[in-house]
């Protein structure tokens, strides 16, 4: 059971199968960065305009295929030539995180998986897997380097799947459903032991939200919750039951909390029994952990301002990295042209007030304590992040600039833990006094922050642009982090961080194609 909420509050979906904030760590998924259409998605029955990237024929983009078969890719109308494809050309990305092992893999134009990893050799997809509406799904295999083999997605309920719901408003679904992640569904060791993971149906069991008031389309997500985990020694059984959670002001979602989670012997036995108790506020939006007890011992949870949560009118309100700031939605529908201004790498040079992050907002619901079954309590402080280096996109790559001063940033990170006696505060700037760790010049000391590309509000909507690699990486990374005590010993974390290695020369050569319009409006109207 492991607390991921500290970051900062994300208002528009609260749902967690273990209580706002917390998740149950057992196993792991591949997540999916979707590039345009699904790779594994098909035009016929799903209402789309391209087949996905995995129906491009292999070797079919090279120099001299273009070259040569330059009229399947185009096609003419009254101002000309225009590229028309059938497929999609942009493969998704999909990462991948479990028991030690991540990375990342995307199929090449080659018909191959290229993947990024350390430890994981080979990647097999698994086709002919269903979910509703699309026959046609697929799960993944993952080999390591000593031979184990882990299964992905292949189980009913082990996929996270998104859209493709009747919503009470309208008579069809929106989208097809679509697999936003695949989680282990089976380990097989080199000595032939298996460990198997269950999951409950989820086809049935939707979160819905709303994204944004620019729309009246509700978003609809069936999440993945976990049944049993099988082995040699016994099972371990996770017991959830269906509850409903008002995240609308219009229809319940009534996805599943789990309520306790027993190990149990090959026989059948109980060996262990931890039970979760829960609570609500804001009128049902928010499901919180109060207690776990492990076999009779307690541990309690608090949570900062709960009576501060927002309710979907104002969950929308965020900043430019998706925390709550309390300010009303930015919508250029209600606004006007909220854009940021850019030059011609897209580097936006203005940001917009709405969309700042607040402290305050941010750590609303946030825990602040644990009380343990001993008596002794931790409490947790916060800040916001911030940042003293930003990315700029150049021609040649991005590079990090020293914008000469402390900036803010979304979301949170730890200014200080206490635990009895013992108090730990942490500052994470680029120099410090050994002699006098908790210096209060150190608030203007430069932070050690580096943010990998300022976010802003583009010209065509709402939608917030923040151009991070993978989907998941974070806003801001630290190159130095110092974790200092009260008789002034300390603990100096340095980490590698963009500023050690920049991204390569992205300079263009003759492999490179450009693409012209005879209708130059086509491209005037943008900023």
Request: aromatic share 14%; charged share 15%.
């Amino acid at each position: 059971l492991n607390y991921v909420g500290g970051g900062g509050l994300r208002a528009i979906n609260p749902y967690s199968s273990a209580g706002m904030g917390w998740r149950i760590s057992a196993g792991g998924a591949i997540t999916r960065t979707k590039n345009g259409v699904c790779d594994e998605f098909t035009r016929l029955g799903n209402g789309l305009t391209l087949d996905g990237f995995f129906s491009l024929a292999p070797n079919t983009v090279t120099n001299s295929y273009v070259r040569n078969s330059v009229n399947s890719y185009t096609a003419h109308n009254a101002l000309g030539q225009y590229f028309s494809p059938t497929t999609e050309y942009s493969p998704d990305i999909f990462s991948f995180s479990f028991l030690g092992y991540s990375g990342y893999f995307l199929m090449g134009y080659d018909g191959l998986f290229k993947i990024q990893s350390q430890d994981i050799v080979s990647v097999e997809k698994i086709n002919g897997i269903s979910w509703p509406g699309n026959g046609n799904g697929i799960g993944f295999k993952l080999t390591a380097n000593d031979g184990t083999m882990f299964t992905f997605g292949i189980n009913t309920g082990s996929m996270e799947l998104s859209g493709g719901i009747a919503q009470p408003y309208y008579p069809n679904p929106q989208t097809p459903y679509q697999c936003d992640a695949w989680y282990l569904t089976e380990i097989l060791s080199t000595n032939g032991r298996i460990i198997s993971f269950n999951y409950q149906s989820n086809a049935s069991t939707f979160v819905r939200y709303i994204g944004s008031t620019e729309t009246s389309d509700l978003s609809a997500n069936c999440p993945v919750v976990l049944d049993n985990i099988g082995f040699n020694g016994g099972t371990v059984v996770f017991n959830s039951a269906v509850v409903t959670q008002n995240i609308l002001n219009g229809p319940p979602s009534y996805p599943r909390l789990i309520n306790n989670i027993t190990l149990r012997d090959p026989d059948n036995k109980v060996i262990s029994n931890t039970a979760f108790t829960y609570s609500l506020s804001a009128s049902n939006r928010y499901y919180f952990l109060d207690t776990v007890t492990i076999d009779n011992k307690t541990y309690s949870f608090e949570y900062y301002n709960r009576s501060g949560l927002p309710n979907e009118s104002n969950a929308l309100g965020t900043d430019y990295w998706g925390f709550y700031n309390g300010s009303a939605e930015v919508t250029l529908l209600g606004t006007g042209n909220v854009s940021s201004f850019w030059d011609m790498y897209l580097n936006p040079t203005v940001t917009y007030p709405a969309r700042m992050p607040s402290l305050e907002c941010a750590k609303r619901g946030i825990l602040t304590s644990i009380t343990y079954p001993t008596g002794g309590m931790e409490t947790y402080e916060y800040e916001l992040n911030t940042y003293s280096h930003k990315g700029l996109q150049t021609l040649g790559g991005i590079y990090y600039s020293d914008i000469g001063s402390n900036q803010l940033a979304g979301g949170l990170r730890i200014s200080k833990i206490t635990l009895g006696n013992m108090v730990k505060k942490y500052r994470y700037v680029t120099y410090f006094d050994p002699n006098n760790p908790d210096a209060a010049s150190y608030a203007g000391a430069p932070s050690s922050g580096i943010l990998y590309r300022l976010p802003g509000v583009p010209y065509f909507g709402r939608s917030v642009l923040n151009a991070t690699c993978i989907d998941g990486e974070p806003a801001v990374v630290y190159s130095k982090v110092i974790e200092f005590l009260a008789d002034k010993s300390y603990t100096e974390y340095t980490m590698r961080s963009p500023l050690d290695k920049p991204d390569g020369d992205n300079t263009q050569n003759s492999n490179y194609y450009s693409v012209w319009s005879s209708n130059s409006s086509v491209f005037s109207n943008y900023p």
